[in-house]
């Protein structure tokens, strides 16, 4: 039985936070490799707004904001048993912020479920550089 629990990331997560981001980085905006160091002044800046969720000892993966825009990964082993979602719908029920938005290529069809399943509402899709994506908000 998995449990899953989402606690604020610390600093002993960032890396884990790092190798997830690695792992799917063609999923994000910024596809390319993300550095130790560069990653350290980026989670410094922005490290507040991320979460990460556990099952025991293992982590699943993390979710955060960056301005109002969403960053979300699952760690290849845990995917495709519905933790995205409920990690989405556990952060847009705990933070504050009014609106959030996210930006998901539009060929990551996974994706895009999570973001319907969690009640998101596709407001455009856009054209950015050699890649379509579908603007999602909540």
């Known amino acids: 039985c998995m449990e899953l629990v989402i606690d604020k990331a610390t600093p002993d997560d960032w890396e884990f936070i790092r190798e997830v981001r690695n792992a799917s980085s063609e999923c994000f905006f910024s596809e390319g490799y993300i550095y130790p160091d560069e990653h350290e002044d980026f989670m410094k800046k922005h490290g507040i707004n991320y979460f990460v969720g556990r099952n025991q000892n293992d982590k699943i ?3 955060g904001e960056v301005d ?3 960053r979300l990964a699952i760690a ?3 995917r495709g048993k519905r933790l995205a979602t409920a990690m989405l719908i556990f952060f847009q029920e705990n933070l504050a912020l009014k609106t959030l938005t996210a930006k998901v290529k539009a060929n990551n069809y996974a994706s895009i479920k999570t973001f319907e399943r969690a ?7 856009k054209s950015i ?4 994506y579908v603007i999602f908000e909540k």
């Not at 009640?119 to 899709?125: D, L, P, Y």
């Not at 550089?129 to 379509?132: A, P």
């Open 61 to 63: 993966g993390f979710i």
């Open 68 to 70: 109002g825009d969403i």
């Open 76 to 78: 290849p082993r845990f």
């Open 119 to 125: 009640g998101w509402v596709k407001i455009a899709t």
């Open 129 to 132: 550089g050699n890649e379509k």
